[in-house]
């Protein structure tokens, strides 16, 4: 006699809270990172979810001031809000909370309400969603599409800027070339890169040979893709053609402390998973973001705003989903380790446009509340 199929505990409830949370922090676990290098920590407790820094992953070369890693911890951020949207809960994010705490970036709880609108149809495409260093197709994201993605991020206190005329253009490629050679020629640059491109399958991070072009001799491209391929097995083609006629974006804050960078890193998965739900992919090109003179220069194209990345879009093959580490050495006081997740509520929408409902309020203190 076939067993009974487990069904999901009444939303509202202290189960459903605690259940989604699971999920939700499987979700978070899915976001992007700088090097893959997955720099956080999800801690559960009865009345919120706690999402932490783990500064023993922090790029000390590269990202000296832990910009990249609260943005990768921002990206998290965003995949539990979408997970638990999903779940058909509503919650109340609270971004800094303590002072003394510094590496504790965001407490979520229940909240009343409704969930996030738009949220949960980008909770689905969570999976889909991976870098992609590839080269593209000769097809651009159409401004109108553009125009749209940029009211989404909005909502995040991100400024999407599309680069747009040839001059423009030019800056992005010298500026990305200069700060791909300094790097390059720096020896503990090399140091730490080759660190996070020699991880063992068990360690679950770090960025594979497969999912990076491989390198042989002068790279050539216009925009030239960070290299990943310090041996020469990178798995993919070694021309990208990373170029200045494709969709180039910036994603821009008001500012430049912990709180933007949070912000921005939420802003930049909900547009990666808004693209995903258009069949668009994306890749980072982030080294003049990571040199002071390259990144004051690109700043030209966002003033007032700060730029905080830089991306490629276009279309291409998918790419293979990269590791990730066991969830115990993520995921703390979590109730069912190893056991699977509690189905999910029927789905809400599953349309690419806007949902009406209602808007991010902020609460004055670097959080968010829905009404």
Known sequence: MRAPTPQPPPVGSPEAWLDAIERAADRGRLAPSVHNTQPWVFAFFPDRLELRADRSRQLTVLDPYGRELVESVGAALFNVRASLAGSRIAVAVDRLPDRADPDLL?????????PEPGLARLDRVIPRRH??????????????????????LAAEGTRLVPVRTAQQRALVAEVTQEADRLQN??????????????????????????SVPRTVGARTDAVPVRD?????????????????????LLLATLTDDRLAWLQAGEGLERLLLELTVRDWV??????ALEIPATRERLGRLTAPFLPQTVLRVGRAEPAEPTARRPRRTVVQNSTRPGRPMSPMPPPLSVTAGPEPGPQPVSDGRGGTTWR
Do not use: C, K, M
Request: glycine share 12%; charged share 25%.
């Open 106 to 114: 965001a407490v979520v709880r229940p909240g009343p309400g409704t």
């Open 282 to 287: 994306a890749g980072p090109l982030t080294q």
């Open 185 to 210: 020629a720096d020896p503990a640059y090399r140091a730490e890169l080759e660190r996070w491109t020699s991880r063992t399958p068990a360690q679950g991070d770090g960025v594979p040979a497969s």
């Open 131 to 152: 870098t992609n260093r590839r080269r593209f197709a000769p097809e651009i994201v159409p401004d109108d599409v553009l125009a749209g993605l940029a009211l989404e």
């Open 228 to 248: 990943f391929d310090p041996h020469g097995h990178g798995g993919l083609p070694r021309h990208t053609d990373s170029g200045t006629d494709e969709t180039l």
